[in-house]
């Protein structure tokens, strides 16, 4: 592995990150360390790009090709539960998505390339707050990112909690579902409890749209498309002894092709309309897209594999993997770029194992040194 000597490093910078996270657009301390680091590896460092994002270049030979590495830097709203040397300080804050790990292994890779690199060409790394709330990707593409800066195509890591460690996977085309936000509110005839023929509850209307919200994906999609309809609350205006005139339902869809989404809205809008109209009231609906699919093509896809392939073995890369239904902002700078989104396995066993989000999951060490030498090899083999 290209990054064996840094192994040592790597771990002290990741359990520095992990133990300080810092949530959304408010990576300040993160983004000072990073943008530290990366000026002592001697790369051109540009900061506050999209409010806290970081990109550092390095550019070897005179060719004119280019590629961008592309890591998130924040944590989420989670106490942490493990009870390890370098758990969070930080209260009701946490890195359970591993976020410190992907920050850690680009910087492994750039430290590696800036000392012993042998390519042709410039190489980003893209440092980037706010992937939780799904907003960064798109704030630095916004403040120029590809603009200001000549990036050909761009690659980005997640590790996945219940693949085997070390093991890749990835596949041409759609490797993560959008993420639509929905919102239904009701607007009925409360009362008394007691006499309920006297209005129309909209505990009662609520309850049959919630239902039938889940035929949207057994009844009106392709079984050959993909699709979630979650229901995540359901909140009134009613108590003890008074039915609510008032509610709203709201909750989370995702899809892994434009046709899915668009079955899922209209059919969502036509389910609510109809129960409402049958029961002589008024409501709205939204429905915003919060996310796209993270879309992969095809040439980048086989080059990072290959890779892969030539660093783990054959038999640990899967180039064809099924789609997760999960969302990822990396997916709106694959909207403007050519790139692939790869998944490396964190491990099946104990807190690697959890799944992300989990107040008791940990990024696995056993990565950094993987990872960054994937980061460095890819590199190496596209400027060439």
Not at 45 to 51: E, F, N, R
Not at 105 to 115: I, N, Q, R, S, T
Request: with cysteine.
């Amino acid at each position: 592995m290209l990054t064996k000597d840094l192994e040592n490093e790597l771990k002290l910078w990741r359990h520095e990150f992990h133990a300080n996270p810092e949530l959304n657009f408010d990576v300040n301390e993160t983004a000072a360390k990073v943008t530290e680091l990366l000026k002592s590896f001697g790369l051109e460092v540009h900061t506050g790009i999209g409010g806290t994002g970081i990109v550092g270049i390095l550019k070897k030979g005179s060719g004119s090709k280019s590629i961008g590495i592309r890591a998130d830097m924040d944590a989420l709203p989670i106490t942490e539960l493990n009870d390890f040397s370098y758990k969070s300080k930080n209260q009701g804050k946490m890195h359970a998505c591993g976020h410190d790990g992907h920050t850690t292994m680009a910087l492994g890779a750039a430290k590696h390339l800036a000392e012993s690199g042998n390519f042709n060409g410039t190489a980003y790394f893209i440092f980037q707050p706010d992937e939780e709330a799904t907003e960064g990707a798109q704030a630095m593409i916004d403040d120029g990112l590809f603009k200001k800066f000549n990036i050909d195509e761009v690659y980005a890591f997640h590790n996945l909690p219940g693949l085997t460690t070390g093991n890749f996977a990835s596949r041409v085309g759609a490797i993560t579902g959008s993420e639509s936000l929905f919102e239904i509110k009701l607007h009925g005839r409360g009362g008394h409890s007691a006499l309920p023929h006297m209005g129309v509850d909209t505990i009662t209307v609520g309850t049959q749209i919630i239902t039938a919200l889940q035929s949207i994906v057994s009844r009106k999609i392709n079984p050959a498309l993909n699709g979630v309809v979650s229901v995540t609350e359901f909140t009134s205006n009613g108590m003890k002894n008074v039915l609510p005139g008032e509610s709203v339902i709201s909750g989370d869809t995702r899809a892994l092709s434009l046709e899915a989404n668009k079955i899922i809205e209209d059919s969502m809008r036509q389910i609510v309309k109809g129960i409402a109209d049958a029961h002589g009231i008024d409501f709205s609906f939204s429905y915003d897209v919060q996310t796209n699919m993270t879309i992969n093509t095809s040439t980048q896809v086989h080059a990072a594999m290959d890779v892969a392939k030539n660093l783990v073995g054959a038999e640990l890369v899967d180039g064809d993997c099924e789609p997760k239904l999960f969302s990822e902002d990396f997916a709106q700078m694959l909207a403007v770029k050519p790139g692939c989104y790869i998944l490396i396995g964190n491990g099946t066993e104990g807190c690697h194992g959890r799944s992300l989000h989990s107040a008791d999951y940990d990024f696995n060490d056993e990565l950094l040194v993987i990872g960054s030498s994937f980061w460095s090899e890819l590199v190496t083999k596209q400027l060439s």
